[in-house]
């Protein structure tokens, strides 16, 4: 398990992407923070292991990235850990648009190439 402190190429990643599932790395972002978190078997390992660094819960939400994909379906806003009825997200996808944005800029912050 990674927190990112400086970009990664697309080549990185699917290196990363052997570790688990072949062609996806799982992925937390910290969108108060602005922090990533990548390559975990579970989106909960990632969210634990930003808790432990001082993230707050309500801030971290799970993707997926498919470094071989093209753009559009490069990021996947998917994860057991989204399901927040409290927060008004009541499914795996990030269901408020902000939210994906902010998490969309954050992803490309990281994102080399």
């Known amino acids: 398990m990674i927190i990112l402190e400086k970009p990664v190429t697309r080549a990185?990643?699917?290196e990363l992407?052997?570790?688990f599932y072949g062609d996806m790395v799982k992925g937390v972002v910290d969108v108060d923070k602005e922090l990533l978190a990548i390559d975990a078997e579970l989106h909960s390992d990632l969210e634990g292991l930003l808790m432990g660094e001082g993230s707050l819960q309500e801030a971290l939400w799970g993707i997926n990235?498919?470094?071989?994909?093209?753009d559009e379906d490069f990021l996947e806003f998917d994860s057991l850990i989204n399901i927040r009825p409290r927060q008004g997200n009541r499914s795996r996808y990030?269901?408020?648009?902000?939210i994906r944005e902010?998490?969309?800029i954050?992803?490309?912050?990281?994102?080399?190439?």
């Open 102 to 104: 902010k998490i969309r």
């Open 65 to 70: 990235l498919y470094p071989e994909a093209d």
């Open 17 to 19: 992407a052997e570790n």
């Open 12 to 14: 990185e990643l699917i």
């Open 106 to 113: 954050i992803v490309n912050k990281y994102m080399v190439g």
């Open 94 to 98: 990030v269901e408020n648009e902000e």
